[in-house]
């Protein structure tokens, strides 16, 4: 069982940055992939980015949807049992609630996007950013 806790949401300006951590619990953090998924009003929810998990390669395989590339980076410190999402040049529509997720290790280039895949979630964080 991972219990997952995000922190670090708030209200920025357009062009501003925010750092989301999600700390989990558990001694398995580090064999877990870790995602962030974001939902704004009247949408679906959104594969943000995600990371790979601690396997037989020492890096780790990053992933990030095309909204977002180059402005955000996901990371995981396994010492902290923490994954980290920073925001950086943020836009109006990035505004949502924001929340981490676990899933077992998975393959392939779509694994990733799949929020009915990951087994446990956060209770997310709100994310707003004015024009």
């Known amino acids: 069982q991972v219990q997952l806790v995000e922190s670090g949401g708030g209200l920025v300006q357009a062009g501003g940055s925010l750092r989301l951590s999600c700390a989990a619990s558990?001694?398995?953090?580090?064999?877990?992939?870790m995602g962030w998924f974001r939902q704004a009003p009247g949408k679906e929810r959104e594969a943000v980015a995600a990371i790979t998990w601690n396997g037989a390669v020492t890096y780790y395989y990053t992933y990030y949807a095309d909204s977002v590339k180059g402005r955000f980076t996901i990371s995981r410190d396994n010492a902290k049992n923490t994954v980290y999402l920073q925001m950086n040049s943020l836009k109006p529509e990035d505004t949502a609630v924001y929340s981490c997720?676990?899933?077992?290790?998975?393959?392939?280039?779509?694994?990733?996007?799949?929020?009915?895949?990951?087994?446990?979630w956060g209770q997310g964080t709100q994310v707003t950013v004015s024009s």
């Open positions: 997720a676990a899933r077992d290790p998975a393959y392939g280039s779509s694994w990733w996007r799949r929020a009915g895949d990951y087994d446990y």
């Open positions: 558990g001694r398995t953090f580090s064999s877990y992939a």
